[in-house]
């Protein structure tokens, strides 16, 4: 079985810092890596994925990830915050033989001060 | 734009009560799925589907129905509902598993259940 930790409940970063949301996975394999986004009284959308390749990934609204398979880890990274990245944030795993479900950490929310 | 949409957006029902959240997606995707989202527990799989007439139990499914009459809907029903099962629900679509494992999520249904 799969699971995904991501430690940090809460995260508090002054505007203009730079951002690292921790994402830890436990898989036997390689596995597919997503990290989601969820705006106040909003669904899940989509901000990067990770399935081979450069372990370093782009998203949107210049969101990065980098997948390390010695770590078992897949963080997300923002150069400089602004308040609108306030949000909670999911790190998500699918496994690599085709299953259909994904697992989700706890999340992370993040609070940007302006 | 294709779209996962959920119906009602909240809801409040009465112990013992029978409950039903309707989920509706244009992405003609083949599976969809039903999420409860509580603090500490990040989205946890109620029920998914494989497409029409299919239905398969998730991780959490006990006092828990799905129905996929169509492509386009997948219902959740709680025939008995209990307070514990107060939480907001999302649905979500999904074309396949693997490398294809993103899934698109509705807006949520927040459900008290007095």
């Known amino acids: 079985a799969q699971s995904v930790t991501q430690p940090d409940a809460r995260v508090t970063v002054s505007e203009g810092a730079s951002l690292q949301l921790r994402c830890k996975y436990s898989?036997?394999?390689?596995?597919?890596l997503f990290w989601y986004v969820q705006y106040p009284r909003q669904g899940l959308q989509l901000l990067l994925k990770y399935y081979s390749g450069d372990p370093v990934v782009q998203g949107v609204n210049s969101f990065e990830a980098e997948f390390s398979k010695s770590n078992s880890s897949f963080h997300l990274q923002k150069a400089s915050v602004h308040w609108s990245d306030s949000a909670v944030y999911f790190c998500a795993l699918s496994p690599s033989n085709m299953g259909y479900k994904l697992t989700f950490g706890t999340g992370t929310s993040l609070l940007v001060d302006p | 734009e294709a779209a996962v949409t959920q119906s009602p957006r909240n809801k409040v029902a009465v112990t013992g009560g029978k409950v039903t959240l309707s989920c509706n997606q244009t992405?003609?995707?083949?599976?969809m799925y039903w999420y409860r989202q509580d603090t500490g527990h990040g989205l946890r799989l109620i029920h998914y589907?494989?497409?029409?007439?299919?239905?398969e139990k998730g991780d959490i499914p006990d006092g828990y129905k799905a129905s996929r009459p169509s492509q386009e809907n997948f219902s959740l029903i709680l025939e008995l509902a209990t307070p514990s099962q107060t939480s907001v629900y999302f649905c979500?679509?999904?074309?396949?598993?693997?490398?294809?494992?993103?899934?698109?999520f509705g807006p949520g249904t927040r459900l008290t259940v007095l």
């Open positions: 898989y036997s394999a390689t596995p597919y």
């Open positions: 589907s494989y497409g029409a007439g299919s239905t």
């Open positions: 992405n003609n995707h083949n599976n």
């Open positions: 979500a679509s999904g074309d396949a598993g693997g490398a294809r494992a993103e899934q698109f």
